[in-house]
């Protein structure tokens, strides 16, 4: 055995003899500085390129072969002006290996790299010569890889690449972007070895504003064999600053993640991301399974489960769960989604697809359980401050409404509802279809329950100039008090019955929306009351007082006029609804009247006419016995809050002596008439009688 060994010993030595001897004569018989003006013409002549080493080249021999080039520097093609460069390139190869016709790269090392990428304004880059071309002058393709065959040899040591710099700019959208202090440093990379890699980078830009730092730690395992890298245990962040949005931190974590040239594959990708607004910060979770087919550019998320946590604009936070699967297809330009989950305490159902992504399309159908949007509308300085309906918003808000989002919108699709609040009003069973594009919303049909009652019509929105709303409504069967109590916060009227609303407006704002109305509305309703008078007990009070003045009074909101039929039409002009045709029927009454209804304003200037009924036979009262069949005027006007009432008791009394001495001119006609016809009578059975005595003769 010690023989055995002296003799190892003794060839291990010779082999070293015979390669200091090789190493000492390749060093005194070789060098590849002589080779540097070959070499920069070969790539002048391949690529109209200017390569320059500057320094000199020297080699290493043991224990591994290589070369450091020291500086080095390429031109831009057919120029001077410099394309990228380094300050220190080395490549080195092991010794012994060669011994087994083996080439295992050592180590590769790059320091102080700086690419300099630039997009012309006529369309061409200066890194075009530089991508292979097909014959057809397109990007060549990378070829499939084959099944089977004997793997690629691959044995490096490491890649170490540090303190790099690259940078793009697009000259003809003056998009700029620069990765600063890239370092990227690996482990051996081996034929089913497994080992680890470090990258980070600084990224700047414009165009969008751009400042984040990049961080990615991974184990990987190559397989060359079925041409494979398995990475594991995946770590990567993003932080810092992009487009406006501040405090950007992304997270994204893999067990496993499996990529190859055709595909990629993970079973438990997870996303965590986060992000500060004006109003709050927004944060989002997301684990999936990945499943891509990078030649088709087909994509599947499985599985999906994701969180979002974002500020609400009434106040305090919004939460939405969703699982299900989303596909893209980036070839194609189709996204299809399969979701359910929640927003806050609303289950919700999605089907959608999106088509083309510069100007996307979307078809859905969605289903919504009880949801409550004045729960997410913003609490203004005005709403807090007064009522909409105060005296302080007369004349309407000059809130601007801006539609132009619009423009950028393409959708089509279905909305069920199961329960909605919005701007205080309740609705329940709502049905809809939405048509969006150029610009215009169309929703119809239109169909819910509310108030006891059902709606059907339409509603349109336009972004033209000026922007336009539409409104085709009908409604059967309401119970319109508590409808005006919860639109209005008022409610000047009760009672059961139908309303029809047909109108148009255009404007930049509320108050120009308002004044800009223009169409018809209709109303018929039984069995209700008019709020704020009680017209019988006021007509009464009127009696005593008929020899001259007015009689005047505020609404209250204890006082009411109740009626068993209540119809009336309105034709609406630049904000203006006017009545001409009222008709309503009290026990007591009968009421007319004609007049306008301010819509920009909050108030109304009408006249009811009340007619007591000639038939009252005591049940009014005699104070209003006395006025059966006078008709009285009564003037509303003010703003909604503060309606207030008139009656002209001189021209009340003037009409009523004026009946009067008609109700007298007609008692004496009558007696004339009685008189006349009995005088008539009289003469005639008198002329009877002497004609029979003329004939007894």
Sequence with gaps: MPKVLK??????????????AAAAYIAATFNPNDYKPQLVELVQQKTQRTLAIPGEIRLTFFPRIGADLGQISLSERKSEQRFASAEQVQVSVALLPLFSKQVVVDQVRVDGLNVR????????????????????????????????????????????????????????????????????????????????????????????????????????????????????????????????????????????????????????LALEASLASASGPISAKLGTGLEGDLAARRFVLEQLRAELQMPNPGGGLMALQAQGQV??????????????????????????GLRRFARPAVDFDLTLGELDVDRYLPKTAATQAAPASSPASAGGSAQPVDLSALNALDARGKLKIGSLRVAGLKASDIRLDLALANGR?????????????????????????????GAKLDLQGIDIGPLLKDALDQQPLDGRGNVALDVTTRG???????????????VLLRDGAINGINLAATLRKVKAKLGGGTQEGRAAADEKTDFTEFAASLRIKDGVAHNDDLSAKTPLLRLGGAGDIFLAEDRLDYTVKATVVPTLQGQGGPELEQLKGLTIPVRLSGPYTALGWKIDLAALAGSR?????????????????????????????????????????
């Design 7 to 20: 003799y190892l010993l003794i060839a291990l030595a010779a082999l070293l003899a015979v390669l200091a």
């Design 117 to 268: 990428l630039r997009h012309g304004k006529d369309g061409r880059s200066n890194y075009d010569d530089l991508i292979p071309r097909g014959r057809d002058g397109a990007a060549a393709a990378t070829p499939a890889p084959e099944a089977s065959g004997p793997a690629p040899l691959l044995d490096v040591g490491g890649i170490s690449v540090t303190n790099t710099r690259l940078s793009f700019q697009d000259e003809a959208s003056g998009q700029k972007l620069s990765v600063s202090d890239l370092t990227l440093q690996t482990g051996p990379i081996a034929q089913g070895r497994s080992s680890r890699l470090e990258f980070g980078a600084r990224i700047e830009g414009e165009k969008p504003q751009l400042a984040l730092q990049l961080r990615l730690d991974a184990g990987f395992t190559p397989d060359l064999q079925r041409r494979v890298v398995v990475l594991d245990n995946l770590q990567a962040s993003v932080n810092g600053r992009a487009a406006g949005l501040q405090e950007l931190q992304f997270k994204l974590g893999a067990l496993t993640l499996e990529l190859s040239p055709t595909h990629v594959r993970s079973d438990t």
């Design 327 to 352: 596909t893209a297809d980036l070839g194609r330009e189709q996204v299809q989604a399969r979701l359910g989950g929640q927003l806050d305490s609303t289950r919700l159902d999605l089907q959608a």
């Design 441 to 469: 919303a169309d929703i119809s049909p239109l169909a819910a329950t509310l108030y006891g009652g059902k709606l059907a019509g339409a509603l349109s929105a336009s972004a033209s100039q000026p922007q336009r709303l």
């Design 508 to 522: 930049a704002d509320v108050a120009q929306f308002k004044r800009g109305l223009n169409g018809t509305a209709s």
């Design 657 to 697: 002596a004026k009946a009067v001495t008609e109700e007298r001119k007609q008692e004496i006609q009558q007696k004339v008439d009685e008189g006349k016809a009995k005088l008539e009578q009289r003469l005639k059975d008198e002329g009877a009688d002497k004609l029979k005595n003329l004939l007894r003769r």
